[in-house]
């Protein structure tokens, strides 16, 4: 009896670690991401290019270009690629690193002119993440249960909202910096475990999976493009649209915040995504969008004064609303990829270049969140709200 409870457990320990490399490797990437543009031993460096454009928009165009490379040079997915997928995960991983020293010292170094320094090292940056981002997601795409996909990319979202706060409000500014160095080494760790631990398992290859009908495949890849403008926006209008000096969301929460989030966030996945999974297509993903479509307003602070809601719910209204979005373009990323008769890396592909477009070109356009700026955002809204009721008539 002692030896089959072993057997459960080890078959239950191995089947959650992909999960939880996921997890901890999405949280890390994403921490990192924030950190570049809002840590205070980082600012100054995105604060140095500022006369030309937000330092964001060198950021996302480095994701742009990144995006364009894996949709052009799509990644093997095999297992066999091991070795291949190891030396990419450790070089990428070194990579970061060295950007992100180079970007935090770029005034103290007296090489090229400091804001070619940073712009390069934005640019590697954002390319970065994109490899790193579409990877995860790609071997998250393999587990057989929707349940555990969502859990895993809600654990890494959560973690990472738990750490943010800690790291810019806790940390001094040397400590943050060197947060900053190490975290594209955990995200470069976790990728390697997770492609040791994905060798040995029986978990399918994509191209093994049911694939979409014709129909149902244009439908999906029109939510897909929808989604990353959606998300695009709801960045654009948020405190975190613009890198540098300036006002954040980083205020430390409580520990009872983290537990209101975490139930709102649980409560929506499972009524909007979990609920909803047997439906067709059409009508599959409604209600997560009407969540998204309602929560886009609590983000006016104008609408938060009239309708009187105090700041502390105010705040926390937004971190569910940033987090829930930010969970659903991911797994709508995994759905295209399990669904999808394309290379899961292109699928991923596309849906980052569409976002990294929208954003770039608006952090370009703009250089705050000005009225101008917030009636543009509505606009394009709009425009999304018409493309996405037209498929779900």
């Given at each position: 009896m002692l030896d089959a409870v072993g057997k459960h457990f080890r078959k239950n320990a191995a089947s959650a670690l992909p999960l939880l490399l996921v997890a901890c490797g999405l949280a890390a990437a994403s921490l990192w991401s924030d950190m570049l543009g809002h840590s205070s031993a980082l600012q100054a460096s995105a604060d140095a290019v500022a006369p030309y454009a937000n330092a964001r928009t060198f950021y996302l165009t480095g994701l742009l270009a990144g995006a364009?490379?894996?949709?052009?040079?799509?990644?093997?997915?095999?297992?066999?690629?091991?070795?291949?997928?190891?030396a990419a995960h450790l070089g990428t991983g070194v990579l970061l690193s060295l950007a992100t020293l180079c970007y935090g010292a770029a005034s103290k170094l007296n090489l090229v002119p400091v804001g070619l320094m940073v712009v390069v090292?934005?640019?590697?940056?954002?390319?970065?993440?994109?490899?790193?981002?579409?990877?995860?997601?790609?071997?998250?795409?393999?587990?057989?249960?929707?349940r555990l996909i969502l859990a895993s990319i809600a654990a890494g979202l959560l973690l990472k909202t738990a750490f943010a706060p800690l790291v810019h409000g806790v940390f001094a500014s040397e400590s943050q910096f060197v947060t900053a160095l190490l975290l594209p080494l955990v995200v470069s760790v976790a990728a390697i475990a997770l492609q040791c631990a994905a060798s040995g398992s029986t978990v399918p290859e994509l191209s093994s999976l049911p694939k979409a009908s014709t129909t149902d495949s244009r439908i999906l890849v029109i939510l897909l493009l929808a989604t990353a403008l959606l998300r695009a926006i709801i960045?654009?209008?948020?405190?975190?649209?613009?890198?540098?000096?300036?006002?954040?969301?980083?205020?430390?929460?409580?520990?009872?915040?983290?537990?209101?989030?975490?139930?709102?966030?649980?409560?929506?996945?499972?009524?909007?995504?979990?609920?909803?999974r047997d439906q067709t297509l059409s009508l599959r993903f409604l209600p997560a969008y009407l969540i998204i479509l309602a929560g886009f307003f609590f983000l006016d602070p104008q609408i938060i004064d009239i309708v009187g809601i105090n700041t502390w719910l105010a705040y926390v209204i937004n971190i569910f609303f940033e987090l829930f979005t930010h969970l659903f373009f991911w797994y709508l990323i995994v759905c295209g990829m399990r669904a999808l008769a394309l290379h899961p890396y292109k699928v991923g592909g596309l849906t980052v270049f569409a976002y990294a477009l929208v954003s770039a070109v608006s952090?370009?356009?703009?250089?705050?969140?000005?009225?101008?700026y917030r009636l543009s955002a509505v606009i394009l809204l709009y425009v999304i709200i018409i493309i996405i009721m037209s498929i779900f008539k």
């Open positions: 364009i490379g894996i949709i052009v040079f799509s990644w093997p997915t095999k297992a066999r690629h091991r070795s291949l997928s190891v090292c934005l640019l590697v940056s954002g390319a970065g993440f994109a490899w790193f981002s579409i990877h995860l997601l790609a071997q998250l795409a393999r587990q057989r249960q929707q960045r654009m209008i948020s405190t975190m649209g613009f890198w540098g000096s300036g006002p954040t969301s980083n205020s430390l929460l409580q520990v009872f915040d983290i537990a209101l989030v975490t139930l709102l966030l649980v409560v929506a996945v499972w009524v909007t995504l979990l609920k909803q952090t370009l356009l703009f250089s705050q969140a000005d009225a101008t």
